[in-house]
């Protein structure tokens, strides 16, 4: 996939220690717009590297990274203007930890959006762009 850097990346193309291309760009079916986005994905994956940490340095499952606007438009309950258009939004699991652990463990220190969900979380940067905080449950 080439990106909008003019970078050639492969799937198993690491952005940093734990994450790569494939997991932000769905098997790099998911083309970044903009050299923003491009960095907006480089920085969450730099962010996430410290949210794996905190969650024991266990193995992270994104389900969903970057999404271009027509695969979110088709995403049930998608929010016509998500972070995940910019990179700037991660749904993710964990097989060690449910939904509500890695939701009680990153509450009181995420500083963005923290959504929970029955089968994953979603964590977002939405600090990085001047908005407030936010928590929501869709259980």
């Known amino acids: 996939m080439k990106l909008p850097s003019n970078n050639l990346v492969y799937p198993s193309t690491p952005i940093t220690t734990h994450f790569t291309w494939s997991e932000a760009t769905n098997n790099c079916t998911r083309i970044p717009l903009t050299l923003a986005i491009e960095h907006n994905i480089i920085n969450t994956a730099i962010n996430l590297e410290k949210i794996r940490h905190l969650l024991g340095d266990r193995p992270l499952i994104i389900t ?20 995940h258009l ?3 939004a991660i749904d993710f699991k964990s097989l060690q930890l449910t939904p509500l652990q890695i939701y009680q463990i990153l509450d009181p220190i995420h500083p963005g959006g923290l959504g929970l969900y029955s089968t994953f979380c979603h964590l977002d940067y939405r600090n990085w762009l001047g908005k407030p905080q936010a928590r929501w449950s869709k259980l």
Do not use: E
């Open 64 to 83: 969903s990274w970057y999404r271009t606007p027509s695969v979110n438009n088709n995403t049930h309950d998608a929010v016509k203007n998500s972070l």
């Open 86 to 88: 910019t990179g700037l």
